[in-house]
């Protein structure tokens, strides 16, 4: 099986034509693939299928470490819209891409670099059924009681904001992450994200992704913060440069919440699965 590794801001994906796959993409042969020790680790799969629409480069489908499907990763979406470009699945600089959270509208801005239109997020959503209109609302982990703001913006987010970034700096997210992102209340479990305010234009952000752990950086997490960022300010819209880990993404939000997501993704190495890893592969299916 051929394969691609890419990587947006330290967040890395292997990328996989369709029909180069060789086995039922099953959460026991995506745990045994994307191992850390013994497969190839990475904080995702994306499978790239052929979309029956004309108007339609190719559909995404979007896989955990841990086998649960992700219905949108902004930086994996990204590494994917490059790849498609570069690999001459269109020559398009604007095209549509097809994902289990929608339609994704890329513009290629560079060698390495897009503007992706994720779409309209919500405060209120069937990932947080238990919640007010405006999203705000609590959940405990670690001996305390945190303040959220969940945003959907293709998948379910949890924002907390916290004072400062030395308050941010010593939060043990393998710790305090789990319980939250498996909390009661987030039915299809939540993608979780701290942020502190460096400016009204700036904040600073970790994540702790559903079905990963903790992560140089998520572009819907990112977006997640962003917006609850500008919730906090009483704002509906506005461009936030949201510093992560592996570096930094641009979110502009508009009036109705829909979100543009700025940003890069980069090769790392292509390859082929050794007979030895597929013969695992294919016993744990």
């Known amino acids: 099986m051929r394969f691609e590794k ?9 990328l996989v034509e369709a029909d180069a796959l060789t086995f039922e993409p099953q959460a026991p042969a995506i745990r045994t693939l994307l191992a850390r020790h013994t497969g190839i680790d990475a904080d995702g799969l994306i499978v790239l299928h052929r979309d029956p629409e004309p108007d339609v480069v190719a559909r995404l489908e979007i896989y955990n470490p841990d086998g649960s499907r992700a219905e949108l990763s902004g930086n994996g979406a990204r590494q994917a819209i490059i790849y498609l470009r570069t690999r001459g699945w269109t020559d398009a600089d604007e095209f549509v891409v097809r994902t289990d959270a929608g339609l994704l509208r890329p513009t290629i801005t560079g060698p390495d670099s897009c503007t992706v239109d994720m779409g309209s997020a919500a ?3 069937a990932d947080f059924p238990s919640g007010t209109p405006d999203g705000c609302g609590a959940v405990d982990s670690g001996g305390r ?3 959220f703001q969940h945003v959907s913006i293709g998948n379910p987010q949890c924002a907390i904001h916290v004072s400062d970034e030395a308050q941010l700096a010593a939060l043990d997210l393998p ?3 789990p319980a939250i992102e498996g909390a009661a209340i987030f039915p299809n479990r939540s993608n979780v994200s701290w942020y502190s305010e460096r400016s009204p234009e700036e904040i600073r952000a970790r994540i702790f992704e559903r079905g990963v752990g903790e992560t140089l950086s998520s572009g819907t997490g990112a977006a997640g ?3 609850a ?3 906090r300010l009483g704002r509906t819209s506005g461009s936030v440069r949201v510093v992560l ?3 930094t993404l641009l979110v502009t939000v508009d009036g109705d919440l829909r979100v543009d997501l700025a940003g890069w993704a980069r090769p790392v190495y292509a390859g082929t699965l050794a007979p030895e890893l597929e013969k695992e592969i294919h016993a744990a299916q």
Request: aromatic share 12%.
């Open 225 to 227: 913060a962003a917006i």
């Open 6 to 14: 890419w990587q947006a801001l330290g967040n890395d994906y292997l």
């Open 123 to 125: 405060l209120a959503s």
């Open 145 to 147: 009681s945190w303040e």
């Open 175 to 177: 710790a305090i992450g």
């Open 229 to 231: 960022h500008l919730t």
């Open 245 to 247: 880990d592996g570096g």
